[in-house]
């Protein structure tokens, strides 16, 4: 039971911590508190900077503003964005969705065709192909991510025109959205790919020398018909924890690529707040995707709980 | 009982039973006291425990229960200028000489440490050392060897006569022969014993050697199944 | 992916075997270095020719790099900042043409490699001497302290870096010297579970406790006994989190966050981006930068790599330490 409580300690604290930081950053940066509430780029008369200064409660005691920040929390209300004239929860909120569709697709596809191919990889690392996919996906690896997106936009869209460069849809329908979406899912698939594939050629190395893979071996199983029964099983443990951990690079690498192809997801939200210094919406970004990291954490520990018979031995 | 002895009284060890293993008990109720100048010995097969009896017995680890008296005072209840004589007067030498010593230190150096530590000037290390090396009868160019340079029972040698340098009254000699060529074996004991006569220091020695055993200590101990049992 | 996701610090299988298991798959997902360099040696491990190639290869691409940021006048036939005419296509003038406000591309990527690796050296400096000195502490001491900063360090893995210092870069004046601390403080988790490991295992060799027998004091014996047996452990992941600072540099100048007075190849990728550089199809301006992140970034994994295997044969050895 007390692996369950720590790991339940660890999360706890990673929450308080995350809540913390995005309370007192603020209130600790440089400058007018009042200033990094609402956000630089927006002018407003002394009167009115007094009357946020006492509505933001800058005035009453640390923990009253902690408490009434709290509760601001609960009820999901993250601030208000005066640089865009909206609270930021509902920009985020109508952001998010587009966001979470592309990493998840992303995500989904590298995940698939990184596993399969990094088992094929690890199952004859000799071959030519294995070396050079090997090879390739390292490359892949060790390249920005928005470089990578620069020249596929590039290639295909400029030179090639094959895909639209801008936006997730001219209309509204299934079609356009997949015209639109196919090259920055490339991407984001092929580096969610090249960690997927790394790791399954990995673990597939490993598992092929255990003993049980001999036995099959030694049974008469064809060749492929042992990786596909007996290994996968066993290796593809880890890629299930790297899938839900991966949750939060990926979301961060997504936001990279978006700005890149001008897709209105939260990417270019926040490029936006970044430009017009809008505080607000940053911080309620940074405790959204923060959070959303956590629960992937939670996630991935729960289903490698529950997939691992080894680990849910009693000691 | 001598108010100046270290005795042992009553010590246990368990481990408890953890994520990965389960409980284990190394010893219980041992007691068994070592007199100055003279040596106690503790045998037993290997894995018993002999070396963490040792490694408590000189306040390297910590017992479960029980306590080590140093001069009549319980080493948990120690104050902190107590506790640094203790250190002093309470060493342990090893049983493999090659790891007695940093693998990167020069001999040289490793020696000069330990005077530096006993607050012996810089100005007179150098004749320090030479009088040590001279007592021990190794020759000069250790000094600038790397400890993996020098054969075993040379280590060994230089072991015990670093450990000399904090004029112990009691050592812990944990196998302090098994680790060497029968011809060396011998040479050492001798040595030991003539430190022994010459500065009254009491010892612990460990072995799973019983002619070793027999030869130096005044009475010795069998650790079996967590148990001691005194002969002699 | 995210400078995060080619977080090149991995935090090895060598890892995975020496710690718990339930621990082992945190440690698989938190990394992902590792495997590029197990594979290449995988790969070029059937024949010892080509592994030796890959390896002289990533130190040649490094001393290059290494050169060109030390000694930049040599191979830049401009200073960064002289103005010519802008928008100019590659000529002999110009090899890589100049840029918007006139800035002779090749001299700007030349100069560039000096911060870029600046950063990314001294990023990886302050996350190394964090992770090295923590995970000291925790091996050595155990008990309360080690899971204190054991779970510290865990409660601080879970938080996406990126994010946290995209809301600092904003708040704060973008500057190399607030660059650099933010980018170490936020990735030294992975050196201090490798140094904790290996001060576990070194505590235990006899020089330690004859050392503490003698009542050597634990600073002491932490800084000469200690410490100087790190070096195996720490070279690689030094050079790992100089090659993830980088990436992280590089996609934080991308975004602006980072001193625009100096122009590292991330910056000049920004403002090629954002500048028309994309829209005018002015290839030669952005492609380069971004090969010689990509190439400087795979060189110094790949010497990250080739320090890390040779140490793995120690590791393993005292594997069973724990």
Same mark, same amino acid.
């Given at each position: 039971?007390?692996?369950?409580?720590?790991?339940?300690?660890?999360?706890?604290?990673?929450?308080?911590?995350?809540?913390?930081?995005?309370?007192?950053?603020?209130?600790?940066?440089?400058?007018?508190?009042?200033?990094?509430?609402?956000?630089?780029?927006?002018?407003?008369?002394?009167?009115?900077?007094?009357?946020?200064?006492?509505?933001?409660?800058?005035?009453?005691?640390?923990?009253?503003?902690?408490?009434?920040?709290?509760?601001?929390?609960? +009820?999901?209300?993250?601030?208000?964005?005066? +640089?865009?004239?909206?609270?930021?929860?509902?920009?985020?909120?109508?952001?998010?969705?587009?966001?979470?569709?592309?990493?998840?697709?992303?995500?989904?596809?590298?995940?698939?065709?990184?596993?399969?191919?990094?088992?094929?990889?690890?199952?004859?690392?000799?071959?030519?192909?294995?070396?050079?996919?090997?090879?390739?996906?390292?490359?892949?690896?060790?390249?920005?991510?928005?470089?990578?997106?620069?020249?596929?936009?590039?290639?295909?869209? #400029?030179?090639?025109?094959?895909?639209?460069?801008?936006?997730?849809?001219?209309?509204?329908?299934?079609?356009?959205?997949?015209?639109?979406?196919?090259?920055?899912?490339?991407?984001?698939?092929?580096?969610?790919?090249?960690?997927?594939?790394?790791?399954?050629?990995?673990?597939?190395?490993?598992?092929?020398?255990?003993?049980?893979?001999?036995?099959?071996?030694?049974?008469?199983?064809?060749?492929?018909?042992?990786?596909?029964? +007996?290994?996968?099983?066993?290796?593809?443990?880890?890629?299930?924890?790297?899938?839900?951990?991966?949750?939060?690079?990926?979301?961060?690498?997504?936001?990279?690529?978006?700005?890149?192809?001008?897709?209105?997801?939260?990417?270019?939200?926040?490029?936006?707040?970044?430009?017009?210094?809008?505080?607000?919406?940053?911080?309620?970004? #940074?405790?959204?995707?923060?959070?959303?990291?956590?629960?992937?954490?939670?996630?991935?520990?729960?289903?490698?709980?529950?997939?691992?018979?080894?680990?849910?031995?009693?000691? | 009982?001598?108010?100046i002895?270290l005795?042992?009284?009553?010590?246990?060890?368990?481990?408890?039973?953890?994520?990965?293993?389960?409980?284990?008990?190394?010893?219980?109720?041992?007691?068994?006291?070592i007199r100055s100048g003279k040596t106690f010995g503790l045998m037993?097969?290997s894995?018993?425990?002999k070396s963490t009896l040792g490694r408590v017995v000189a306040g390297l680890e910590?017992?479960?229960?029980?306590?080590?008296?140093y001069?009549?005072?319980?080493?948990?209840?120690?104050?902190?200028?107590?506790?640094i004589a203790f250190r002093r007067k309470v060493q342990i030498m090893f049983q493999d000489p090659t790891d007695a010593f940093n693998p990167r230190k020069k001999i040289g150096h490793a020696i000069s440490e330990v005077l530096a530590l006993l607050g012996v000037p810089e100005a007179r290390h150098s004749s320090k050392t030479e009088e040590m090396l001279i007592t021990t009868g190794l020759p000069k160019e250790v000094l600038s060897r790397y400890p993996s340079q020098i054969s075993g029972g040379q280590l060994q040698r230089l072991a015990l006569s670093r450990i000399l340098l904090l004029d112990p009254e009691y050592i812990v000699l944990d196998e302090p022969t098994s680790a060497l060529d029968v011809s060396v074996q011998a040479q050492i004991l001798h040595m030991l014993k003539e430190v022994q006569t010459e500065r009254n220091t009491g010892y612990l020695l460990i072995s799973h050697d019983e002619i070793v055993i027999r030869f130096m200590s005044d009475?010795y101990?069998?650790?079996?199944?967590?148990?001691?049992?005194?002969?002699? | 992916?995210?400078?995060?996701?080619?977080?090149?610090?991995?935090?090895?299988?060598?890892?995975?075997?020496?710690?718990?298991?339930?621990?082992?798959?945190?440690?698989?997902?938190?990394?992902?270095?590792?495997?590029?360099?197990?594979?290449?040696?995988?790969?070029?491990?059937?024949?010892?020719?080509?592994?030796?190639?890959?390896?002289?290869?990533?130190?040649?691409?490094?001393?290059? #790099?290494?050169?060109?940021?030390?000694?930049?006048?040599?191979?830049?036939?401009?200073?960064?900042?002289?103005?010519?005419?802008?928008?100019?296509?590659?000529?002999?003038?110009?090899?890589?043409?100049?840029?918007?406000?006139?800035?002779?591309?090749?001299?700007?990527?030349?100069?560039?490699?000096?911060?870029?690796?600046?950063?990314?050296?001294?990023?990886?400096?302050?996350?190394?001497?964090?992770?090295?000195?923590?995970?000291i502490?925790?091996?050595y001491?155990?008990?309360?302290?080690?899971?204190?900063?054991?779970?510290?360090?865990?409660?601080?893995?879970?938080?996406?870096?990126?994010?946290?210092?995209?809301?600092?870069?904003?708040?704060?004046?973008?500057?190399?010297?607030?660059?650099?601390?933010?980018?170490?403080?936020?990735?030294?988790?992975?050196?201090?579970?490798?140094?904790?490991?290996k001060t576990l295992q070194l505590r235990e060799a006899g020089y330690v406790k004859s050392a503490r027998c003698m009542g050597f004091s634990s600073w002491h014996i932490m800084s000469t006994d200690i410490f100087p047996n790190l070096y195996n452990v720490l070279l690689?992941?030094?050079?790992?989190?100089?090659?993830?600072?980088?990436?992280?540099?590089?996609?934080?100048?991308?975004?602006?966050?980072?001193?625009?007075?100096?122009?590292?190849?991330?910056?000049?990728?920004?403002?090629?981006?954002?500048?028309?550089?994309?829209?005018?199809?002015?290839?030669?301006?952005?492609?380069?930068?971004?090969?010689?992140?990509?190439?400087?970034?795979?060189?110094?994994?790949?010497?990250?790599?080739?320090?890390?295997?040779q140490g793995?044969e120690h590791v393993?050895e005292g594997?069973?330490a724990?």
């Amino acid at each position: 039971m007390s692996g369950i409580a720590r790991k339940g300690t660890r999360y706890l604290t990673s929450l308080v911590l995350i809540i913390i930081i995005n309370f007192t950053l603020p209130r600790l940066m440089p400058g007018d508190p009042v200033k990094n509430l609402i956000g630089e780029d927006v002018y407003v008369s002394e009167n009115v900077m007094e009357e946020l200064r006492a509505k933001l409660g800058l005035d009453r005691p640390l923990y009253e503003q902690f408490t009434s920040f709290l509760s601001d929390l609960l +009820h999901l209300d993250l601030g208000y964005s005066y +640089h865009l004239h909206a609270p930021v929860a509902e920009l985020l909120l109508d952001r998010l969705g587009w966001t979470l569709l592309f990493v998840g697709v992303s995500a989904a596809i590298g995940a698939f065709m990184g596993s399969l191919l990094g088992a094929l990889a690890g199952w004859r690392p000799e071959k030519k192909t294995s070396r050079f996919t090997g090879l390739a996906f390292v490359v892949l690896s060790c390249t920005p991510p928005y470089f990578l997106a620069l020249l596929s936009l590039y290639l295909f869209s #400029f030179r090639l025109g094959f895909f639209p460069s801008k936006g997730f849809y001219d209309a509204p329908e299934i079609g356009s959205i997949l015209h639109h979406l196919f090259l920055p899912v490339c991407v984001m698939s092929v580096f969610s790919a090249s960690r997927n594939f790394l790791v399954m050629r990995g673990s597939v190395i490993q598992e092929k020398e255990q003993l049980y893979a001999l036995y099959a071996r030694a049974k008469g199983l064809k060749d492929i018909s042992i990786l596909f029964r +007996h290994i996968i099983k066993n290796a593809s443990l880890p890629i299930i924890t790297l899938l839900a951990l991966d949750f939060g690079f990926l979301f961060s690498g997504a936001l990279f690529i978006e700005i890149i192809f001008s897709l209105n997801g939260m990417g270019t939200l926040i490029y936006g707040a970044i430009i017009g210094k809008d505080y607000p919406l940053l911080q309620g970004a #940074f405790l959204v995707i923060a959070l959303t990291a956590l629960i992937a954490n939670m996630l991935a520990d729960l289903l490698y709980g529950l997939i691992d018979p080894r680990v849910r031995r009693p000691a | 009982m001598f108010s100046i002895s270290l005795r042992a009284d009553r010590l246990s060890k368990t481990y408890e039973a953890g994520l990965l293993s389960t409980g284990k008990c190394i010893f219980r109720e041992v007691s068994f006291e070592i007199r100055s100048g003279k040596t106690f010995g503790l045998m037993g097969s290997s894995g018993e425990g002999k070396s963490t009896l040792g490694r408590v017995v000189a306040g390297l680890e910590k017992a479960t229960t029980g306590s080590v008296y140093y001069k009549g005072t319980p080493l948990t209840l120690m104050k902190k200028n107590e506790k640094i004589a203790f250190r002093r007067k309470v060493q342990i030498m090893f049983q493999d000489p090659t790891d007695a010593f940093n693998p990167r230190k020069k001999i040289g150096h490793a020696i000069s440490e330990v005077l530096a530590l006993l607050g012996v000037p810089e100005a007179r290390h150098s004749s320090k050392t030479e009088e040590m090396l001279i007592t021990t009868g190794l020759p000069k160019e250790v000094l600038s060897r790397y400890p993996s340079q020098i054969s075993g029972g040379q280590l060994q040698r230089l072991a015990l006569s670093r450990i000399l340098l904090l004029d112990p009254e009691y050592i812990v000699l944990d196998e302090p022969t098994s680790a060497l060529d029968v011809s060396v074996q011998a040479q050492i004991l001798h040595m030991l014993k003539e430190v022994q006569t010459e500065r009254n220091t009491g010892y612990l020695l460990i072995s799973h050697d019983e002619i070793v055993i027999r030869f130096m200590s005044d009475s010795y101990g069998v650790l079996e199944n967590g148990q001691l049992k005194i002969i002699e | 992916m995210s400078p995060e996701a080619a977080h090149i610090e991995s935090s090895c299988i060598t890892e995975a075997c020496t710690e718990e298991y339930s621990e082992k798959k945190r440690e698989i997902s938190s990394l992902n270095f590792k495997f590029p360099g197990e594979l290449l040696f995988k790969i070029s491990g059937r024949r010892k020719g080509l592994k030796g190639q890959l390896n002289r290869g990533g130190i040649f691409l490094f001393v290059f #790099f290494l050169f060109m940021a030390l000694f930049p006048s040599f191979l830049a036939p401009y200073a960064p900042n002289e103005r010519f005419t802008p928008y100019k296509e590659p000529s002999w003038d110009h090899f890589l043409g100049t840029n918007d406000i006139g800035n002779d591309i090749f001299s700007e990527l030349v100069y560039g490699s000096r911060i870029s690796m600046t950063v990314g050296f001294a990023a990886a400096l302050v996350s190394t001497l964090i992770g090295a000195i923590l995970g000291i502490c925790a091996g050595y001491f155990r008990g309360a302290l080690d899971e204190l900063l054991m779970g510290f360090t865990d409660v601080v893995l879970i938080i996406p870096k990126i994010p946290l210092i995209i809301v600092l870069g904003a708040y704060l004046q973008p500057s190399i010297w607030i660059l650099i601390p933010v980018l170490g403080l936020l990735s030294w988790e992975s050196t201090a579970r490798v140094t904790r490991s290996k001060t576990l295992q070194l505590r235990e060799a006899g020089y330690v406790k004859s050392a503490r027998c003698m009542g050597f004091s634990s600073w002491h014996i932490m800084s000469t006994d200690i410490f100087p047996n790190l070096y195996n452990v720490l070279l690689p992941k030094f050079m790992l989190a100089t090659a993830s600072a980088m990436i992280s540099e590089a996609s934080l100048s991308f975004l602006g966050l980072s001193d625009i007075s100096m122009k590292s190849w991330g910056t000049m990728l920004s403002f090629a981006f954002f500048r028309g550089g994309f829209i005018r199809d002015m290839w030669w301006w952005y492609t380069p930068p971004g090969i010689c992140i990509t190439l400087c970034i795979i060189s110094i994994a790949l010497i990250g790599f080739g320090l890390e295997t040779q140490g793995k044969e120690h590791v393993r050895e005292g594997a069973d330490a724990m």
